[in-house]
């Protein structure tokens, strides 16, 4: 029997979740955690087979984590109403420098390959082409854009730089949205799957050899569920 471990806090609608998801699922076993140290010691536990973050706060998990693995991304896999798709950064403190939103491209490409998926990749700015100039943060957003777009490229993945057009990138069924930053990703994050109730099933957690799934927590009790559902469904690869 496998085990799944998942964080307990102030939102109980990861109770609930838990309930549905064993009606369905009944020959894993869920291990409830309600400390912050206790889920990071259950992802370090060879017994374990995947740990949810549940409704726990992520700071201090995360800093934990990061002293065991140091190269730590996330990506939020979010459900649109006919596609799927990867958000990166979403963390507030990620994808600073653009080699490290390379790098998270990189590994939602090679995630989404796994799954006998083409990766299809939009990097975003935070600003139209045109509006270079209007202010050095906006000038060297759009500068950033250009240049991880040539770097990727240079791999011969399937990118292009939607500079801020979001919405042409959604409707092009871009599999992989790039952020211009983690700030700007966390809201994207919450007005699609906490304002506009897109499906999510939680972020991806890339450079560590566990299977980890990062969850708000202000998530629906039908959030957690697809949370729980994808690491048991990962952890069978």
């Not at 730089?161 to 966390?186: H, Q, T």
Request: some cysteine.
């Amino acid at each position: 029997m496998k085990t799944i471990a998942i964080g307990v806090g102030e939102n109980e609608n990861i109770i609930q979740a838990c309930h549905i998801f064993k009606e369905k699922h009944p020959k894993t076993e869920l291990k409830l955690i309600y400390k912050d140290e206790d889920l990071v010691k259950a992802v370090l536990d060879d017994k374990i087979d995947g740990v949810v973050r549940g409704s726990l706060p992520a700071s201090n998990i995360m800093k934990e984590l990061k002293e065991h693995y140091p190269n730590l991304s996330r990506a939020t896999f979010v459900s649109g109403e006919e596609y799927e798709f990867l958000l990166t950064p979403v963390g507030i403190d990620e994808g600073i420098t653009v080699e490290d939103k390379f790098e998270m491209a990189m590994n939602c490409a090679d995630f989404l390959k796994k799954l006998g998926r083409k990766p299809k990749i939009a990097i975003l700015a935070e600003g139209r082409e045109d509006d270079f100039g209007r202010g050095s943060e906006v000038s060297n957003s759009i500068k950033d854009a250009r240049k991880l777009t040539k770097l990727i490229e240079e791999t011969d993945e399937d990118v292009k730089n939607y500079f801020i057009l979001i919405e042409k990138a959604i409707n092009d069924k871009s599999n992989v949205i790039i952020a211009p930053n983690g700030r700007v990703g966390n809201i994207i994050f919450r007005t699609l799957v906490l304002l506009n109730s897109w499906p999510s099933y939680g972020a991806v957690t890339f450079g560590i050899d566990r299977t980890y799934i990062d969850t708000s927590r202000d998530q629906s009790i039908e959030g957690y569920v697809r949370s729980l559902t994808l690491v048991n469904d990962l952890t069978e690869h």
